[in-house]
């Protein structure tokens, strides 16, 4: 192991993120690879069809061996470009966080990172329909009004593709049947507590007893900790879930519609007091915006509820 180019992630995990539709167009050892969306780089690891793979054959596809071999060598692998290029200027990448922090025992595919779908129950304003399907109602108000060309043209990010489906996926079907293999799932949305889907599949880990020996991290709006979602919750060996909010009060509900800003707290405030296995370090996320920049003191002082 050469401590200048080592990462955990591809000795332990794959990140299936970029689909359009049910159809997987690229596959990673880590979300961060994927953040280089480029067009050369869009499929940094240049593997063929994937939506054909599962999890478990993207692991031991011989490109993910060529990468682990080459960290393991001191060599830097072009498809983690992005981290090489935080390195050289100074700052401390990704790879440099990427202990293994969920105690995993020996290399393996043992973690999947999947985002699930745009299925959602909020439509924040910093968001994009193929991360809400909710805010379809604003793409049929821009369609309906000439506005669509406008729209995309100042705010590109908003140039809608299709969603991800990948609850429709061979590699969803794969999860299924496969839980005992994968000790710690990583999910997003949409807001994957609201997804009957990602439900289904939390139920499919209680049933055949692997969730006692299961992490789960999900990014989640932190709106649904209902006393159904705790119950289920409970059965999971520990819970380290990443919570979005972005103010509070009037600036909270703004951002975050129709979110009620008492309604999250109180939710939050079940998870802490309700959830037995949750991590004591709670992870807090913003956006920071021109709607929230004034806001943060305020949004800092959550990690005290």
Known sequence: MNKDTYCHYPFKAIAIKDYKGDKLRSFWPCCMMGNDRTPHNI??????????????????????????????????DPACK???DQEDRGLKSFRHFSNDDYNLSNDGLELVDITASNICNLRCRMCSPSSSNLLM???KYFKDNGMEHETHAVIKRWAMSEPSRATESLQWDWLLENTHKIKVLKASGGEPFYDNKVIQLLNRYVETGAAKNTYLSFHTNATLFTAEIVELLNHFKQNKHTFSIDGTDKVYEYIRYPANFKEMESSVINYIKNVKNYDPILNFTMVVSAHNVLNVAEYLSLIHI
């Open 43 to 76: 499929n940094a690891l240049e593997v063929e069809n994937p939506h054909l793979l599962n999890p478990q054959e993207m692991f031991d596809h011989p490109r993910m061996e060529q990468l682990r071999t080459n960290l393991n060598n001191g060599v830097r």
């Open 137 to 139: 109602t604003d793409v």
């Open 82 to 84: 992005i981290c090489w």
